[in-house]
């Protein structure tokens, strides 16, 4: 959580590789091969450097084939794979890999004109693809991947440089995938369907079709249609691509949406400001639950702690660094709290969580475990903060089994990074569309994160209001309800390493999505009168800074 990672270091120095992004690779001409050799690492890493002996080859999981390389960074390395590919002068070549991990970067060098790259945060297998052009001389190039510092090991498979034969050899062309099996819904909003289906072996890439028109195409194995209408029955199917051309339709299946608007959190206010409160003390003012200040709709209770068994969690009070607060005091000042109107909830994550939602049992913990949690302290719900990764199919799966158990007035909210939601391909992304029809609010933390893409596509900076708003703009436009986007500040300087922005930025921002009044350079394209609101790290820090950010933003969000 906020002020406490690296965040912001690592989205700014990877902010160029952002604005090299091409897309997804076309298809390629006829008279194109793949010049890697072993980019199924079928033979081991033959072929393959990896710097400080930092690479193996895993039988799983693998993307295709029966391998997949897996590199671990360590200290100063981080876990670079290369291999030197032969090439044509005057050549337009595409690089493709499948990766799944903490920040996997894909890459070629050498090219003689502009060397290319790109990354992704997703633990789930996700391609990476860029475009580059040889230079007048240049017959070979350097195509890498690599991991990042204090990350987790990363995977790799199925590499790919097509275009002109190099004359160096490589892997045969890949042949037509198969038609993808296991279509199924897995969630459902008044306006959105979303779909799940099996790998296919070789594909790159599906499609996605509506009543036999296609509406969608993505590089995993699943996708949310949005922008449909309530109470009514659609037809989906999927194909499966890759350079060689595309699969037939799958099977169909039928998707029908919610009757009305979803959104999960009972009797939240419409407009929330949702405030993170220390169960430990870190140098901000410690605070007992009944001092948090009546501004905060929404208290975060930061953090539970993970167990030894996957996908569960624990709550212990800090009773000693907090000054002797009792579990018994903080029992009755939740149910004080609620007794006011406000909602108590339970944060999984921070900078330093380390809970892992990865298959269906983890899954069925988490849920089980977060439960008893409610029961036992009277949490109104969950908040999801895990910064190291999360997995959309199974956290997706834990929530929906966690609302099956505590009914619609769960409160669901998410504190995911910028990085985290510049796409809809993004796990985290994914699973707020996933849980759309119980979703409260997701406030993405602004700040500790450097530059990043707004929805027009332009680079902004953090600190700024177009920051703020040309973020958000992507979750409004991406298929989150206006009622469930919020914007995520520290609380005064010592809050965050970076990002802090004065209440009236924040302020002015929250004007500009909802009424297009105060806004900077970037203005929306309409209103969202719906925005939920703001969210702050912390209420300790709020508290030692004489409560600016909550008396200013609080009565503005209250007000809209």
Sequence with gaps: MPGRRWAGALAAVVTASLLSLTGLAGQAQAADINNVKNGGFESGLSNWTCSAGSGTTVSSPVHGGSAALKATPAGQDYAQCSQSVAVKPNSTYTLSAW????????????????????????????????????????????????????????????????????????????????????LAVSGTTSSSVSLAWNTVSGATGYNVYRGGSKVQSVTGTSATVSGLTASTSYSFQVSATNPAGESAKSSAVTGTTAASGGGGGGTVPAHAVTGYWQNFN???????????????????????????????????????????????????????????GKKVIISIGGQNGTISVNDSASATNFANSVYSLMQTYGFDGVDIDLENGLNATYMSQALRSLSAKAGSSLVITMAPQTIDMQSTSNSYFQTALN????????????????????????????????????????????????SQVGLGLPAS????????????????????????????????????????????????????????????????????
């Design 99 to 182: 990766v799944q991990g903490s920040y996997t970067y894909l890459g070629v060098s050498g090219t003689g004109t502009t060397d290319v790259s790109t990354w992704t945060p997703n633990t789930t297998w996700t391609q990476l693809s860029n475009t580059f052009t040889t230079g007048a001389s240049t017959t070979s190039v350097t195509v890498w991947s690599h991991g990042w510092y204090g990350q987790p090991a990363y995977l790799a498979d199925d590499f790919s440089v097509f275009g002109p034969d190099g004359g160096g050899g490589g892997d045969p062309a890949p042949t037509v995938p198969a038609t993808p099996a296991g």
């Design 435 to 482: 849980i759309k029809d119980i979703l409260t609010v997701v406030n993405m933390q602004y700040y500790n994160s450097g530059s990043m893409l707004g929805c027009d596509g332009k680079v902004y900076s953090q600190g700024s209001v177009d920051f703020l708003t040309a973020l958000a703009c992507i979750q409004l436009q991406g298929g989150l309800d206006a």
């Design 282 to 340: 870190n140098g901000a003012t410690v605070q007992k639950l009944s001092a948090v200040q009546s501004q905060y709709d929404i208290i975060a209770v930061a953090f539970a702690d993970a167990t030894s068994t996957p996908g569960a969690v624990s709550f212990t009070l800090d009773s000693a660094g907090l000054g002797g607060y009792t579990v018994d005091q903080f029992k009755a000042d939740i149910k004080a709290k609620q007794a006011a």
């Design 493 to 560: 300087t010592s809050g965050a390493g970076s990002g802090y922005v004065s209440p009236t930025i924040v302020n002015n921002a929250l004007d500009c999505l909802t009424k297009l009044t105060n806004c900077g350079s970037f203005k929306p394209s309409k209103a969202y009168p719906g925005l939920r609101g703001a969210m702050t790290w912390s209420t300790n820090w709020d508290a030692s800074a004489g409560n600016a950010w909550s008396n200013a933003v609080g009565p503005h969000v209250h007000a809209l």
